[in-house]
């Protein structure tokens, strides 16, 4: 048993190593760390200027471009514009009583109340000068 296992384990190490060795050739080939962490930094450079140009190429060309606040405005305008037709379309509401008419209707009402009490007050000093009298 001891046999084996001791085969097993040099299998092992054989294999470990031989793992080692291409992965030193891997990263001698790669570079190492610092070259790698250098392409990447490159490769990121590289996308932002990809997405840069893309970002200009969305933009619209030509100095008629309007922002939003610009259209709303624009809008409020057209809106404006068709209340002005509406209003000029509508009728004038007919006269039905001028203000001198409610003024003098009122005067009049004003008037017939105090009409009363000045004849009350007749009344009672013609009493009291009897009272007294």
């Known amino acids: 048993m001891k046999l084996e296992e001791a085969s097993i384990d040099m299998e092992t190490i054989k294999a470990q190593t031989k793992a080692a060795s291409q992965l030193k050739k891997i990263h001698k080939e790669l570079g190492g760390a610092d070259k790698i962490a ?3 930094d490159n490769v990121r450079d590289i996308i932002e200027d990809a997405n840069e140009i893309s970002d200009a190429l969305a933009q619209p060309l030509g100095a008629d471009t309007l922002d939003d606040d610009d259209l709303l405005n624009e809008l409020n305008e057209l809106e404006q514009e068709e209340m002005d037709k509406d209003m000029l379309k509508m009728q004038p509401t007919p006269k039905t009583t001028t203000t001198k ?8 009402k004003v008037a017939a109340k105090h009409a009363p009490k000045e004849e009350e007050d ?10 007294h009298g």
Do not use: S, Y
């Open 122 to 131: 007749e009344d009672l000093a013609a009493l009291e000068a009897e009272l």
């Open 101 to 108: 008419a409610v003024a003098k209707e009122a005067a009049t």
């Open 38 to 40: 250098e392409h990447l």
